[in-house]
């Protein structure tokens, strides 16, 4: 079992930035690929960026040169900066964690990005 808790969501203006962090506890020696997802209002959820244990990264084409996942492996803990945030980035951005084939979320936090 893993557990995912996401914090540093909130408000912020167009064009501004915000960090948001998962901290994963419980079996994490098992845990390979984190994640970011999001789901905006009415709309599904999609993939945001991706990293492997060794440092990997993979990002949705929306985000790409605006956001950064990074992992910090002894913290068990991993970072999405998001930089140039557009009102379309706004939604509930939420942690995933792959563990033996089993995929595993955090509560998910809250991104909005208005004016």
């Known amino acids: 079992q893993v557990q995912l808790v996401e914090s540093g969501g909130g408000l912020v203006q167009p064009g501004g930035s915000l960090s948001l962090s998962c901290a994963a506890s419980?079996?994490?020696?098992?845990?390979?690929?984190m994640g970011w997802y999001r789901q905006a209002p009415g709309k599904q959820r999609e993939l945001v960026a991706v990293?492997?244990?060794?440092?990997?990264?993979g990002y949705a084409d929306s985000v790409k040169g605006r956001f950064t996942i990074s992992r910090d492996n002894v913290k068990n803990t991993v970072y999405l900066q998001m930089n140039s945030l557009k009102s379309e980035d706004t939604a509930v951005y939420l942690c995933?964690?792959?563990?033996?084939?089993?995929?595993?979320w955090g509560q998910g936090t809250q991104v909005t990005v208005s004016s």
């Open positions: 419980g079996s994490i020696f098992g845990i390979t690929n």
């Open positions: 990293i492997t244990r060794g440092g990997s990264t």
């Open positions: 995933s964690a792959r563990f033996l084939a089993n995929d595993y």
